[in-house]
Nanobody, 117 residues
Framework: QVQLVESGGGLVQAGGSLRLSCAAS????????MGWYRQAPGKQRELVAS???????YYADSVKGRFTISRDNAKNSMYLQMNSLKPEDTAVYYC???????????WGQGTQVTVSS
């Protein structure tokens, strides 16, 4: 089992920045597939950024150049630096990891990001 806890969400004006954190309850050193998703009201959950099993990173077109995903294995944590935020970035942001060992995906509880215009 892996428990994930997100933090760092909040209310910010358009053009501002936030840094989301996702803390895992156990080592993520061996977890290659992890990422950030978001879900806006009335919309489906979408992938925002991720580390892939091949070791590369993926960004949705809507956030390329503005968001940066990173990880710190020593702290069992993953981050999402969000710059130049737009009102359309408003959503609940979730972190997700896939454990090959458990053959299972784990989700955090989500953190609200609200960008005012």
């Amino acid at each position: 089992q892996v428990q994930l806890v997100e933090s760092g969400g909040g209310l910010v004006q358009a053009g501002g920045s936030l840094r989301l954190s996702c803390a895992a309850s156990r080592s993520i050193f061996s977890i290659n597939t992890m990422g950030w998703y978001r879900q806006a009201p009335g919309k489906q959950r979408e992938l925002v950024a991720s580390f892939t099993s091949g070791g590369s990173t993926y960004y949705a077109d809507s956030v390329k150049g503005r968001f940066t995903i990173s990880r710190d294995n020593a702290k069992n944590s993953m981050y999402l630096q969000m710059n130049s935020l737009k009102p359309e970035d408003t959503a609940v942001y979730y972190c997700r990891v896939y454990s090959d060992y458990d053959v299972k995906a784990y989700w955090g509880q989500g953190t609200q990001v609200t960008v005012s215009s």
